[in-house]
Structure formats: C-alpha cells, structure tokens
C-alpha cells in the first residue's frame, strides 16, 4: 500500500518530467553555440562548487573523504567537460560527401538519472554535462542516504544553465527519493532513457523498466603483478588508486593477484609504502564485518582503514593506509575475494602468467563480469597474453584501476558511469558519456541502381508435392 509520502514524491516526479519535457523543447532548438555557452557555463560552476558539494557528501553519507570528494567533483566538472566540449550534437554533425551520406544529431529527450550514495555530487555533474550536451533534460533520483548533496549538486547545475540562457525544469532532482518515485521515473510515458548507477538492485530495476537503459555492474577488480613489473611503481599506482575516497569507486582494485618469484619483494614494498598485513586472527576478525547476511557490509564502504579495525576489534595503526590479507580461495565464505567499495586488499600468489590468468577469470565471474582488470609488467608479450581474453570492458596497465578506469590516466572517455557490455548484464561496455545520449540520423543520397531484372532468366520450376 502506497503511503502519503509515496504518492507526494509520485506527484513529484511527474510534475518534474512535464516540466522536464517543455524545457527540452526548448533546448532541442538551440543552436550549437547557445549549447556549449550552456554546458560551459554548468562546467565552471561545479569546479566553483567542488569543495562545498564535497564536504556535503561526506557529512552527508560517512562515506569517503573531503579532498578526494573534491577531486571527483573536479574530475567530472573539468575533465569530463573537457572531453565533451569540442563534439558536435546539433544538426548534421558528419558529412560523407565520398559515400553521400550526412549523420545528424537528434536527443533522446528525457533522461533519468539514478545516482549512488557512493558519488552522489560527481555522479550528478557528470550526467548533467553529457545529458545537457546532447539537448537533453534530466531528472535524477538520489539515493535516500545522498538527497540533500545530489539535490545540491542539480540545483547549482540548473542554476548555472539557466544563467547562461536555458530554460527553467532542465535539471531537477527528486526532493523526496522513495522506491515509487524511481519506479515512477524510470517507467513514466515521458521518460525516454535511464542513465543508472548504483547497485545490482537498481540497475536490473532499470533494465527491467521497458525503457532504453544504461547500467553498470560491479567491479571486483583482480590485479596482475608480474615479476617484470617495476615492483615500487606498481605499489606506489596500487596505494594511491586503493585508497582514493576510501575506496568507493567500483573500479578500485579488490585482488591483487603476485607472482611467487617476486612475492616477497612485493609484500615489503607494500608495508614500507603503508599497507597493514593482517595475521590470521586479525583476517578472521574483519571478514566478520566485511559481509553481512551473504552481501557487502555498508558500514565498512567508504570508511578508513582504522575505523574498519575498530569495528572488528583490532588495533590499526595510525599511519596504516589500507589492509591486505593473503587469501587462496575465491567465494562468498573469503569475504576478501568479493568487491570491498572500502581500503581493505586480497592478496593471492600465483606462480606465473597462467595460473594469475585463471584465478583473475574466476575473480571475474564470482563478482566482476565486463568490469576492469589491471596489470603491472613491463613485458609486452605478457600483457598482450594476459589482457587478450579477459572479460573486461577496460583493462589497465601500467596504471591504478581507479583513476585509469574512468579515464583520468589513461587515454579512454573520461566518465562515471562504466558499461560492463553484454557479458555483465549492460548493454555497452563503452565509458558512457554523451555520445550515448543523442541518436544518430542518417541522411542518404541515391548513388546506384538497383541491378536490372533479367527478363531471359529461366524461371524456377514449382515445387511439386
């Protein structure tokens, strides 16, 4: 039985998509400069505001750190912009004069945008710049424990696009997130594509909606590192990428995954650069909080790694940057093999290149499908053998899985929300960005004949019974 609350927040929604869907109108009519004044604009107002919708966040959801919130918000609100700002989406974008054919660029028109509680302010940047971009408009929904820093976060989008010319219901945020209202947005008539990150949950909710959907799935991120690798570099990438926001984005590495030959310089260079190893007793007692009836633990997401501790009953220490312990197996019963979201690292030992290949598959498939896999060596012919056929829509070298993933450090699209393609449930295993946000028309000209029919050709004899 729907509450008042529900219906309030049903009401809601769809006031907001018939605003939503006169101040497209008016965007789908605007000229390709009057678009990038707008997405400019939006751009330079949550690099203003990176810092406030950070510690908003954080006070918000517990989850994370202020200085690495604020890094996400400038991710999305610079580098994002700026892997955009130069595309075309108004009018014919592509002319093919060689084949006679011209691409135009349409909107989709509404998207809805579901956000975590994980990155509840880039998360929202990012999806108004490309939704915007595209000529779109966008609704989100936040995620209950994230409303007030999401709503912040549409409201200093909203207000920044309109300064620069668009029209008012552009850009909103659903004030009272309920079940019924993503439920209401994600399959309302007027709703034209679900842009979806979250959890599992949400986004076969998505999927299931009978709209066009893009979705994500989770990152448990296996980690190769060879012994031609450059072991301090590689610890040093692996920490920082680890570490970062506490380890909230999905494309964190979970498992690292060391060959036997350099095992032992490995584990030096992770506790000399601030990696707490775990005795057996310590391990048991934090893969007591790591999972709860059979899923993820949330109060462990996001935390630091001594808050972690304290929680199973260890003592951390004050400088301990994340915690590894050495695991074997693979399963819901060794709760360090499973996506963690916090600074907490399995650490498997491998004795070559195909033992780490199998062992990252079965990684994989227990929890990662089309997500990221990383390696670190520095012998081609090994990455080329190892990354070739793994089931992953990004595969890092060289690199922390975090930043590379989404695009920070490696040459692919800057973005937040990270396809897994088929073999994960998604339907692309492309960075989203917008180019996944307008459809593309094809304008072709006649250049041939059909061939001429062949009167003289002996006709076919009938079938006969």
């Known amino acids: 039985m729907l ?38 604009n939006m751009s330079n107002a949550g690099r203003e505001a990176a810092e406030k919708l950070a510690v908003m966040a954080v006070e918000e959801t517990r989850f994370g750190n202020v200085p690495d919130k ?62 915007v971009k595209a000529r779109n408009a966008i609704i989100f ?27 008012k219901g552009l850009i909103s945020c659903i004030m009272q997130p309920t079940l ?27 999927y299931s909606s009978g709209k066009p959907a893009y979705g994500v799935g989770p990152g448990n991120v296996p980690v190769y590192i060879h012994e031609s690798a450059d ?42 650069q601030g990696a707490y190893f775990l005795n057996e007793d310590e391990k048991r007692k934090v893969e007591s909080v790591i999972m709860v009836n059979g899923s993820l633990n949330a109060k462990i997401v996001g935390k630091a790694p001594q808050v972690i501790g304290e929680m199973a009953g ?13 695991e074997t197996r693979v399963g819901k019963e060794y709760p360090f093999s499973i996506e963690k979201l916090s600074p907490t690292l399995a650490f498997y030992t491998v004795k070559d290149l195909e033992e780490a290949s199998a062992l990252a598959q079965e990684l994989l498939v227990f929890g990662g499908l089309g997500h990221t896999v990383g390696i670190h060596a520095q012998d081609e012919k090994v990455i ?56 593309i028309k094809r304008v072709a000209f006649g250049v041939r004949e059909m061939p001429k029919k062949d009167e003289n050709a002996q006709k076919q004899p009938a079938l006969t019974k």
């Open 180 to 206: 019924a209202a993503t439920n209401e947005l994600m399959k309302h008539k007027l709703t034209d594509v679900i842009l979806a990150t979250g959890g599992p949950g949400m986004v076969k909710a998505a």
């Open 384 to 439: 080329e053998a190892y990354t070739i056929d793994k089931p992953a829509g990004r595969i890092i070298v060289n690199a922390g899985t975090t930043f590379g993933a989404i695009g920070a450090t490696v040459n692919v699209m800057p973005s937040l929300t990270l396809g897994c393609g088929a073999i994960g449930n998604n339907i692309t295993s492309d960075n989203v960005t917008v180019k996944h946000l307008f459809n």
């Open 231 to 272: 072991v301090a570099k590689a610890i040093e990438l692996i920490i920082e990428s680890k570490t970062f926001d506490y380890g909230t984005i999905c494309a964190s590495e979970q498992a690292l995954l060391v060959d036997e030959s350099i095992k032992e310089k490995v584990v030096a260079e992770l506790k000399q």
């Open 314 to 326: 260890i003592e951390v220490p004050a400088d301990a940057k994340l915690l590894v312990a050495e």
């Open 3 to 40: 509450r008042d609350i529900d219906l309030q927040s049903i009401q809601e929604v769809r006031d907001y998509l018939e605003q939503a869907k006169e101040a497209q109108k008016i965007l789908g009519k605007m000229t390709q400069s009057e678009i990038d004044k707008i997405v400019e």
């Open 141 to 167: 929904s936040p995620h209950p424990s994230a409303a007030k820093a999401t709503v912040e976060a549409a409201k200093i989008m909203q207000e920044a696009a309109e300064r620069a010319g668009a029209p």
């Open 70 to 131: 604020v890094t996400k918000n400038l991710f999305a609100a610079n580098d994002v912009y700026n892997s955009i700002k130069d595309i075309k989406t108004v009018g014919i974008i592509n002319r093919d004069e060689e084949n006679r054919v011209w691409e135009v660029a349409q909107p989709v028109g509404i998207v809805a945008g579901i956000v975590p509680s994980t990155n509840p302010t880039s998360t929202a940047i990012f999806k108004s710049l490309i939704a």
